[in-house]
């Protein structure tokens, strides 16, 4: 008999893709951090535990943790289901929960965080409000918000302006430069489109962004001067916001499943596990939760602090299926 085709992913399939994704594609690239595309192992050998001989990055880590990338966003959605509402306060506290106490971090253990979220988060706890913590230097543009904000695509019911907005405040918690606050709208809104099953779905979140900011606004000057978002040319997978959305695009955009996607995120070395966590978040809601592979899922630690999240998260989808 010949091979049946895999059933299309249902919508709340999608989402649980989605949030699932970004935890595998974040713990899958976790020890390969730091390390230049050419010392990558080939990707069919891209695991939870790196080939014999291969030097992995934190190394008292076990396989299968999510990095600060997975737990920033876990306190995002968090915070959106207890408040319905994005509140930079509530956030803001969640984070610095994170940092001091490891909350919703597997095992409450911190092992890894950007130098700028550091700082915007040491001025969070001194009493700094949230909206002004984020610096706004253009020599400070990590990814530290880009890698943390898929949860309000998968939470959110508000129209694309509401998103829009929603995705930029978020970021200035940590990020205040408007690129990476523009990064972070892009990001939502193709994540949108993706579950959307928009035939162009990066295209059509650009057109959204255009329609929306006028040519003379900076929103507008970033999204077309520095993203360059119809230059589909891979990032080199660093630790700019911007190599790393465009290194997510073309991870998720020249591939055809899943692995592969997550793999090519992490073969493009440096940055290794957000990269695989912005690629693997869209590449879930693409292709749905049945298409990480079963060890992959059964091998991601801190299920008892995703459980009740996802559970929640599914059920508001639920109850507004479009």
């Not at 939870?48 to 880590?61: E, I, L, M, N």
């Not at 990001?187 to 949108?192: E, N, Q, S």
């Amino acid at each position: 008999m010949p091979a049946t085709e895999p059933a299309e992913p249902t919508y709340l399939e999608r989402i649980e893709g989605g949030l699932i994704g970004l935890l595998v594609g974040d713990a899958l690239g976790v020890p390969y951090e730091f390390h230049p595309a050419s010392q990558i192992p080939p990707a069919g050998q891209i695991e939870y535990q790196p080939p014999a001989g291969f030097a992995r990055s934190h190394r008292g880590v076990a396989p299968g943790t999510w990095s600060d990338d997975g737990a920033l966003a876990l306190c995002l959605l968090a915070s959106l289901l207890d408040c319905g509402r994005l509140d930079p306060d509530d956030l803001g506290r969640r984070f610095v929960r994170w940092y001091e106490e490891g909350y919703l971090a597997v095992d409450a253990n911190v092992f890894d965080i950007g130098i700028q979220t550091g700082q915007a988060l040491r001025a969070i706890k001194a009493g700094v409000a949230p909206l002004d913590a984020g610096p706004t230097e253009e020599n400070r543009l990590g990814n530290g918000s880009l890698m943390r904000a898929l949860p309000l695509t998968l939470w959110s019911q508000d129209d694309d302006e509401t998103l829009i907005a929603d995705a930029m405040t978020q970021s200035r918690l940590t990020h205040g430069h408007v690129r990476a606050q523009v990064c972070c709208a892009l990001y939502c809104l193709w994540a949108r489109r993706v579950l959307q099953q928009q035939a162009e779905p990066w295209a059509d979140a650009v057109d959204t962004l255009r329609a929306f900011w006028p040519e003379s606004s900076p929103e507008r000057a970033e999204l077309e001067f520095h993203i360059r978002p119809d230059d589909d040319t891979p990032g080199d997978g660093g630790g700019y916001v911007v190599a790393t959305l465009r290194s997510a695009r073309w991870a998720v955009e020249s591939t055809g499943d899943y692995a592969s996607a997550v793999r090519a995120a992490i073969g493009l070395g440096n940055d290794t596990d957000t990269t695989a966590c912005v690629a693997g978040g869209v590449a879930g809601l693409r292709y749905g939760v049945a298409s990480i592979p079963q060890p992959w899922r059964d091998g991601l630690r801190g299920h008892d602090l995703l459980a009740p999240l996802l559970a929640r998260l599914l059920e508001r989808a639920l109850e507004a299926r479009p």
